[in-house]
């Protein structure tokens, strides 16, 4: 069984940084690319970035390009988001998303 | 405003089919996959459909889904009270280089 379990996730003041983490149990994360997701309160989920299998190629959302980088360790099947310059409307629940599954997400608040 | 189109809501008595579409374009439904996730209130997105119309392990046959051009359909059959969700879809953008959701379309059993 696949198990997601990110971690991170904290209340933060507008300018702060935090560092997302993701481990993945049960599935080797080499095969897949990998994301991060979130979604507001009351909201829809919004795709914030993703990375292929090798790290060799990564992808942003607008609103975060510049501020957020994703990365990885294929050798301890982790994931990983690290957020500068936070703003309010990067309060959310991220989760760390892949093809086998997701993760039950954690609670950035930005205020 | 989303790049993908749904219906806000469906709703339907128990045991009926409902379906629910999404819209796109050449750019993302027509050519990528698309996936679609159920979420529960309070809980996780979960992945309903992958590559357009391939069900993960442990999701009920009762869950289908199919793709045509740009647009794509999932169908809830025997409908039960606990499909009670908000569904949506997603594909990746080639134009925006960027994975995008649909605005959901929350199911109701009457």
Request: hydrophobic share 35%.
């Amino acid at each position: 069984e696949v198990q997601v379990v990110e971690s991170g996730g904290a209340l933060v003041q507008p300018g702060g940084s935090l560092r997302l983490s993701c481990v993945v149990s049960g599935v080797n994360i080499t095969t897949y690319w990998m994301n991060w997701v979130r979604q507001a309160p009351g909201k829809g989920p919004e795709w914030v970035a993703n990375i292929k299998q090798d790290g060799s190629e990564t992808y942003y959302v607008d609103s975060v390009k510049g501020r957020f980088t994703i990365s990885r360790d294929n050798a301890k099947n982790s994931l990983f988001l690290q957020m500068n310059s936070l703003r309010a409307e990067d309060t959310a629940v991220y989760y760390c998303a892949s093809r086998p599954g997701w993760g039950q997400g954690t609670l950035v608040t930005v205020s | 405003q989303s790049v993908l189109t749904q219906p806000p809501s469906v709703s339907a008595a128990p045991g009926q089919k409902i379906t629910i579409s999404c819209s796109g374009r050449s750019s993302n439904i027509e050519k990528n996959y698309v996936a679609w996730y159920q979420q529960v209130p309070g809980t996780a997105p979960k992945i309903l459909i992958n590559d357009n119309d391939k069900r993960p392990s442990g999701i009920p046959d009762r869950f289908s889904a199919s793709k045509s051009g740009a647009s794509a359909t999932l169908g809830i059959a025997g409908l039960q009270t606990g499909d009670e969700a908000d569904y949506y879809c997603g594909a990746w953008d080639s134009s925006l280089n960027t994975y995008v959701f649909g605005p959901g379309t929350t199911v109701t059993v009457l």
